[in-house]
């Protein structure tokens, strides 16, 4: 297990270090659990975020080359 810890260090500016504290805080939880949380979470949303913006230009893509091949006709 002791070879599956990682440790991050990041830059944060005191608004962010702030949030953390407070949702800590309010949900009795370590600032630990609170980062690793919204690291996992933001991962999920970025990872699916990057999946449809790739989607989209690959559509897009198709799109212009249909577009570009009416206009040849």
Do not use: F, N, W
């Not at 979470?41 to 790739?54: C, I, P, S």
């Amino acid at each position: 297990m002791s070879g599956d810890i990682h440790h991050l260090q990041i830059r944060a500016s005191e608004k962010m270090r702030e949030k953390i504290k407070v949702l800590a805080d309010t949900h009795h939880r370590p600032t630990a659990d609170i980062v690793r949380l919204s690291l996992d979470l933001g991962l999920r949303l970025l990872e699916k975020l990057l999946e449809a913006q790739a989607e989209m230009v690959a559509e897009y893509m198709t799109l212009l080359k249909q577009d570009a091949r009416l206009k040849d006709k």
